[in-house]
């Protein structure tokens, strides 16, 4: 798949993103119903329903690119997938649930184990980021694109970290102490990704827990504005496991944080 194949879709996912992050918006005011996975985490009639709209969309545009959605995937069935698409319908649906601004709506696409494209929607701050192959990452947002570098915006001397815990445990403690952060804030949606990308913050950790839709569209943003994205081990960030879990992540925005 080429770059203006990949462009065409992405341009055509943006007016659905739209679509979807206003029907988020009108089930919160309207009254979020939610229900507990077998997981133990909470899904909504918003997820449902963002689910439906985004999935609906892609199987028009690719018919035969399967799609795997963490509100319907099986997973009790193998994966054997190597190019797929990989959905997130809502990241941060405790964020969503508690009415807070950074929940996020997510699609990436999966080519032979690599993120080529990745589409995030942030409903509440007007604001979809996209990207397509390499050197394509861009802001949406007032019918404005700007292309995103992750240029550091972050003050000379400081370097900001992103992490999901409010209390990160002893492997990210040391960590964020090797890359010489001096101050970090917990995020837990995709727009962590978002943020790295426009070089509001440097660097992002996390230790095993993630599944692939958590991260697939987030990173082929990051990536495609000039990010590394390994693991804390420094091996190559890959998808299509049998199980769809991910190991721990990491994503700077180049390797000298201070430039």
């Given at each position: 798949?080429?770059n203006?194949e990949?462009k065409d ?5 943006i007016?659905?993103f739209?679509n979807?992050?206003?029907e988020?918006?009108?089930i919160?005011?309207?009254g ?5 996975k ?5 899904v ?8 439906e ?5 892609i199987?028009?545009?690719?018919p035969?690119?399967?799609?795997i ?7 009790n069935?193998k ?7 990989l959905?997130?319908p ?8 508690a ?7 997510n699609a ?10 990745g ?20 802001l949406?947002e007032?019918n404005k694109n700007k292309?995103?570098?992750c ?6 001397g ?5 992490t999901?815990h409010?209390?990160?445990?002893e ?7 090797e ?19 426009t ?12 599944n692939?839709?958590d991260?697939?569209?987030?990173h082929?943003?990051?990536e ?19 199980d769809?879990?991910n ?6 925005r ?6």
């Open positions: 798949m080429n203006k990949l879709i992405v341009e055509n996912l007016p659905t739209d979807a992050g206003e988020s918006i009108k919160e005011k309207e979020v119903k939610i229900k507990t077998e997981d133990g985490s909470p909504t009639n918003g997820d449902l329903k963002v689910n709209i985004i999935t609906n969309k199987s028009n545009l690719t035969s690119i399967p799609i959605s963490e509100e319907t995937v099986d997973l069935k994966n054997t997938l190597k190019t797929f698409w959905i997130d809502i990241d941060g649906t405790k964020e969503y649930i009415g807070r601004s950074e929940y996020t709506l990436g696409l999966i080519v032979n184990t690599l993120p080529v494209l589409i995030i929607g942030v409903p509440k701050k007007n604001q979809i980021f996209y990207s397509y192959g390499k050197n394509n990452s861009y949406l007032k292309k995103l570098n240029k550091k915006q972050t003050p000379k400081e370097i900001l970290a992103l999901n409010e209390k990160p445990p492997l990210i403690l040391k960590k964020l102490k890359f010489n952060v001096t101050s970090f804030r917990k995020l837990s949606s995709s727009y962590k990704y978002c943020l790295i990308a070089g509001e913050y440097d660097l992002y950790l996390d230790k095993v827990r993630a692939e839709w991260d697939a569209a987030g082929a943003i990051a495609s504005a000039g990010a590394i994205v390994t693991s804390l081990e420094n091996e190559k960030f890959i998808y299509g496991k049998e769809y879990k190991p721990t992540i990491l994503i700077r180049n390797n000298n944080l201070n430039d």
